[in-house]
C-alpha cells in the first residue's frame, strides 16, 4: 500500500453464491472497473458456525474446496489483480497461506482468537485488521501479537449492518484510530449500494486520511444475492474508482507551496506596495510612506511587516513597487526550538517541572535575556501526544510549527521561515540551565564574520547552544541522509566542515567546564 495512491478493493465476500463461473465474472468486472485487489472470504463451514447456527446450510452452499480456490486465484492473478482473502479460522488462513494469496483480512469476529493472531504474526504479508465494533483494548492485544514480525497492517474502519445507517458511519473515527494506533486506516463502509452517498462516503474517508478503500461489488444488485445491500454495480463501481482518483488528486500537497497557477493567481489579485512618493536613499521605512494597490506590473512587492524601520537601499521613484532589492539587507535571529514528548532520558522532559516552572518555560526566559533574538518558535513534532507543546505555545503566545517527528531538521527551517529569520539560534529543549550570558556575543560574532555557523564550546554539557544560517540548514537538508535531519541537525556541518564558514566560541575561563553535565 502507498500513502501516495489510494487502493481500491473490490470486496467479493460470497457474491460468487458458490459457484466458480460466477466467481471468474466478478473477476472479469473487478479488472475491468479498475480495481487494485480484489479480495473473497475463504472460510471452511464447521470452523466458522456450529451445526445448530440459523446461517450453517446458507454458508454450507457457499463454501469452496482447495482446487475451487486455486483456480479463482489463478484467474484473478493472470488479470493483474492483487487477491486478498479474508479468513475465519486457522483451517481457512492456512489454506489461503497455501494458496499465496497477497494479504489476509483479519475479521472483526477473531480479533480476540489468539490462535489465529499467532499463525498471522508468523507471515510477513499485509494484513487488514478489522475494527468493527472492536474496542481499542481488543486491537492494541491484536496488534501486540500481530507485531511480532515486520509487516504492513492497515486498520480497517467501518462495519456490516445489512445496510449501514447514514448515522452509524462515524467517519470521525478514522483519524482517530490513526492517531491512536499510528498505523494507516481504510474505510469498509456498508451503507445501502442505492443511496448516493454509498459512492460519497468513501471519498470522506479519503479526505479524513483513508488510504484504502474496500467496497462490495455485484454483476447486478437487483439480483438481491449476497451481501447486495451494500454492493455496488459495475457501472458504479468504475465510477467511484474514477472519483477516488479525482478525490486524491484534489487532497494535493499539506506543504504551503504554491503551484504555478496559485503564483499567477497571487500575482492578478494581490494588492502591491507602492511608493506615494518619492523616497530618498536612507530613509527609515514606514508603512505612512505607501499605497497598497493591484498593479498592471506583475511583480511580488514586500509585505509591510518586512519593511518597517528598514533602510531604503536606494533612491526609489513615486509610484515604483517595492521589492527586496530596494532595501537595505539586515539579518533576522529567531530561536528555533524542536519540541516533542519523547526522549531517550525521560519522557516529556521539556514539561517537566523545576519548582513552579516547566523546564522548557525556563529555557525561554534565558533566551529572552537576549537583545539579538527577535521571535521564538516551538517546532513541535506532528506525532501524537506532542500538543501539549501546542497549549505551551499558545498559553505564552509563542508562534509554532507542527511537522514530521522525525525529521526535525526540516521543522526547524519551517519555523524559520514561518517568521522570515534567516538565521536560528538552536538549543535543545530538555536543558533547563544554558550559557546565557554568552548569547548575544555569540550572534554578534556570527554576523560580524559572515559565518555559516557559530558554536560555544567548553561548557557544561547541555548548557551551550548553536547559531545558523538558514541556508546552511537547507543545505544540510538537501545534501544529507536520514541521520543528518533527525536531532543531530548539525552534524552534515560537522562532517562537511570544509563546505562551511565555522566560529566557535568559548566563555571565559573560571566557565570552561565542559566535564560537567
Known sequence: FSKKKISLIAEIANAHEGKLTLAKKLIDTAFENNADIIKFQIFNVNELLEQDHENFKVFKKLEMNFDQWTKIIKYAKRKKLKVFADVFGITSAKMAHKLKVDGYKIHTSDITNPILLDFFSKLNKPILLSTAAATTNEISHALEKLNCTKKEIILMHGYQGYPTQITDLNLSRISELKNQFDLPVGIMEHVSGNSELSIIAPLLGISIGAIVVEKHLTLDRSLKGTDHFSSLNPDEFKRLASLIHLTKKSLGSDKIIFSKNEIQYRLNHKKNTITKKSIKKGTRLNEVLFDYKRTRRKKDSVPYYEFNNKIAASNIEKGTILTPAM??????????IACRVESGRLFGKPI????????????????????????????????QGNEIFIEFAKKHGLKFVIGDDKDVLQRLIKGAELINANIIFRVTSENPFIYWEGIDKLIQNHIKGKFDFSFVDKVPIGSGYEVINLQALEKSHKLGTKKHRSELCTLYIYEHQKDFSIHRSSPPSKLQRSDFR
Open 327 to 336: 532595501i537595505q539587507a539586515s539579518k533576522k535571529v529567531a530561536a528555533i
Open 352 to 383: 517537566q517541572n523545576i519548582t513552579n516552572f516547566t523546564i522548557l518555560h525556563f529555557l525561554i526566559n534565558q533566551i529572552k535575556t537576549s537583545s539579538k533574538i527577535s521571535e521564538i518558535v516551538l517546532a513541535i513534532s506532528e506525532k
